[in-house]
Nanobody, 124 residues
Framework: QVQLVESGGGLVQAGGSLRLSCAVT????????MGWFRQAPGKEREFVATISWSGGSTYSADSVKGRFTISRDKAKNTLFLQMNSLKPEDTAVYYCAASSSIIAPVTGSRYDFWGQGTQVTVSS
């Protein structure tokens, strides 16, 4: 098992920044991809970004490229999502997730473990 606990969500004005964190514990996950997803009210869950825990390669959705950055601190077993230039349409519950896929997974079905989520609200 892998346990994931997100933090760092909150209320921010448009144009502002937030950094989400995800504490990772449990089974050895050096071969995992770690990802961020989001789900807005009434909408489907949406892929945001993913990173190879061991190698650090990343892939992000077009909607957040240039604004959001995924990273990880291997020593602290923590995943991050730095979100800049936030827009009201970024408002959602953000989830971190772990996948044992060997290629960058961009769909939720490819992820094996999920956190409980953290709310991000961007006001206009």
């Amino acid at each position: 098992q892998v346990q994931l606990v997100e933090s760092g969500g909150g209320l921010v004005q448009a144009g502002g920044s937030l950094r989400l964190s995800c504490a990772v514990t449990g089974r050895t996950f050096s071969r995992y991809f770690m990802g961020w997803f989001r789900q807005a009210p009434g909408k489907e869950r949406e892929f945001v970004a993913t990173i190879s825990w061991s190698g650090g390669s990343t892939y992000s959705a077009d909607s957040v490229k240039g604004r959001f950055t995924i990273s990880r601190d291997k020593a602290k077993n923590t995943l991050f999502l730095q979100m800049n230039s936030l827009k009201p349409e970024d408002t959602a519950v953000y989830y971190c997730a772990a996948s044992s896929s060997i290629i960058a997974p961009v769909t939720g079905s490819r992820y094996d473990f999920w956190g409980q989520g953290t709310q991000v609200t961007v006001s206009s």
